[in-house]
Nanobody
Framework: QVQLVESGGGSVQTGGSLRLSCAAS????????MAWFRQAAGKEREGVAV???????NYADSVKGRFTISQDNAKATLYLQMNSLKPEDTAIYYC???????????????????WGQGTQVTVSS
């Protein structure tokens, strides 16, 4: 069955960096669009970054220039490099996968079929 397992979360100070990974299995990874979402306490889940099956990437305005999404198709692994972290980046980060993604819909959670369990990122000031 489909499995998405996130890792790499932790606690850092403002300005620090973290690299999240999401190991995927149970589906043809290269044919799927993949994304990172996050959910802070008391807030709705929000899209952070998406990499579509054709390679197109998109980012939430709040992370543009600081976060980079990438993947290794051979390893079926998704990454999120997070630099210049801010306290408002504190959240549980989830990876998600879907085979068919509507145009311009990569940052909307309702479009994704599969989800990981999440990894906590805490940024202290």
């Amino acid at each position: 069955q489909v499995q998405l397992v996130e890792s790499g979360g932790g606690s850092v100070q403002t300005g620090g960096s973290l690299r999240l990974s999401c190991a995927a299995s149970g589906f043809m990874y290269s044919a799927y669009s993949m994304a990172w979402f996050r959910q802070a306490a008391g807030k709705e889940r929000e899209g952070v970054a998406v990499i579509e099956s054709g390679g197109f990437t998109n980012y939430a305005d709040s992370v543009k220039g600081r976060f980079t999404i990438s993947q290794d198709n051979a390893k079926a692994t998704l990454y999120l490099q997070m630099n210049s972290l801010k306290p408002e980046d504190t959240a549980i980060y989830y990876c998600a996968a879907v085979k068919k993604l509507p145009v311009y819909a990569g940052l909307f959670a309702q479009n994704y079929a599969y989800w990981g369990q999440g990894t906590q990122v805490t940024v202290s000031s």
